[in-house]
């Protein structure tokens, strides 16, 4: 069946849509702009006659019903999030499109100083000759997760325009605020009533992610021994350097983003914030065995004790609060679900790739909410930065593997 690509043209418009998450708001979404982008998405799916909605929070849903002989077929879900991280300005996106990139560096033309190359960026020496979608230089892309928006959008698209194509029920779903950890506080699960799912918000072609860190947050607050600075001697305890003395005490060689890899978890520190009264530190704690966290908080906890405790009427607390769990835990009950994007990958000749992810996606939360949901690549690189880029081709391939993953489905699934 014709597949005819439209995922270039529909990036290219969505980042142009600023969707900027943001993390100190209290409001869902955190920012009312992300639902601009879910309005112009309601308006696409319904132009393709799919029965769909927008609710209160910005969730935007479309149903496509199963045209199979089978009655027996569970209903998937496609979701890929609306929102950009808040670590590089979304506003104002000029994408630019790079057409049979000839390998030469990417001098990004509103920043010269912005040159994306292959030397920065190993990925992109498997890229040469594809078209590559990049920003202008000022800003982040956006492809994290526009790019799994407009494949899941061309996906639709291809349902759509071939009606012999044979599938069982779907499922679409567009979230806010995924940047921020709140992409599915407001989701209503009997709404989206589905029964597997997948992420579009991977990175290199062929990736395949069902085992994600398990994530808690973790806040200390230091309270000091406030007192007038010119009368002080003697008296006053500063709570923030009773708070940098701890921060000192962490390990330099281990522990931390920067001296991890693999399956190893950290402990990272990501604000401090305070005076003389009192601060606060705020950390995030990660780690592919769930159980591990709370032995990496007892540890952080000992060691901020051991610093406190050395001065008299300094007092501390200590807040642990869950985030997302290993996506693992659940999808080991359903390999299934990873074996038949797999099958479609290598029927859309896309070599597989599983990767372990160092982080979370709503599919590591949707997984314990009763939507196991591994993460499917979308070409997606360099994001949260202004040389996010994506090949054009890998977001097209990725479009073919959900073509052949559903088809696996309808002909592979028995109950």
């Known amino acids: 069946m014709p597949y005819t690509s439209t995922v270039a043209e529909r990036l290219m418009r969505y980042v142009q849509i600023d969707t900027e998450a943001d993390p100190n708001s209290t409001t869902f979404p955190s920012s009312e702009k992300q639902k601009d982008l879910g309005r112009l998405l309601l308006k696409e799916l319904e132009d393709l006659g799919i029965e769909s909605e927008m609710d209160e929070w910005g969730y935007v849903f479309g149903f496509i019903p199963s045209n199979s002989e089978r009655n027996d077929l569970p209903t998937i879900c496609f979701c890929a999030h609306m929102d950009t991280a808040p670590d590089c300005s979304g506003k104002d996106v000029k994408p630019i499109l790079h057409k049979a990139w000839n390998g030469e560096p990417i001098i990004l033309p509103d920043d010269p100083s912005q040159i994306i190359t292959k030397e920065k960026h190993a990925y992109l020496n498997e890229k040469i000759g594809d078209d590559i979608i990049t920003a202008s230089g000022l800003t982040l892309l956006g492809a994290d997760d526009k790019a799994g928006v407009a494949c899941i959008m061309d996906y639709t698209k291809f349902v759509i ?36 799912g997948y992420t579009l918000d991977g990175g290199i072609a062929g990736s395949i992610e069902d085992e994600s860190f398990s994530a808690d947050a973790v806040t200390i607050k230091i309270t000091g021994v406030p007192a007038h600075p010119g009368y002080a001697k003697n008296k006053m305890i500063h709570a923030v350097k009773v708070g940098a003395e701890f921060i000192e005490r962490l390990p330099k060689d281990s522990w931390s983003p920067e001296t991890t890899e693999g399956r190893e978890g950290f402990v990272h520190p990501v604000a401090f914030n305070g005076g003389m009264e009192s ?38 607390s200590f807040d642990a609060q869950e985030q997302y769990r290993n996506m693992k835990e659940v999808i080991k009950t359903v390999p299934f ?79």
């Open 161 to 196: 325009d071939n009606p012999d194509y044979t599938h069982g029920p779907i499922r679409i779903l567009f979230t806010p605020d995924e940047e921020v950890g709140r992409g599915v506080d407001k989701l209503d699960m009997k709404k989206l009533n589905a029964d597997f």
């Open 279 to 316: 601060c606060e530190i705020k950390f995030i704690i990660r780690d592919h065995i769930t159980v591990k966290l709370a032995e990496y908080e007892e540890k952080l906890e000992s060691m901020i004790k051991s610093v406190v405790d050395k001065y008299e009427g300094v007092t501390y």
């Open 337 to 415: 679900v990873t074996d038949f994007a797999i099958e479609g990958m290598e029927r859309a000749g896309v070599t597989p790739k599983p990767v372990i992810i160092r982080g979370g996606t709503d599919g590591s939360r949707l997984s314990f909410m009763g939507l196991p949901c591994p993460n499917i690549f979308t070409g997606e690189m360099a994001i949260h930065s202004k040389h996010e880029y994506v090949s054009v081709q890998d977001m097209e391939n990725a479009v073919k593997t959900m073509i052949e993953t559903i088809s696996v489905w309808e002909e592979k699934y028995s109950g």
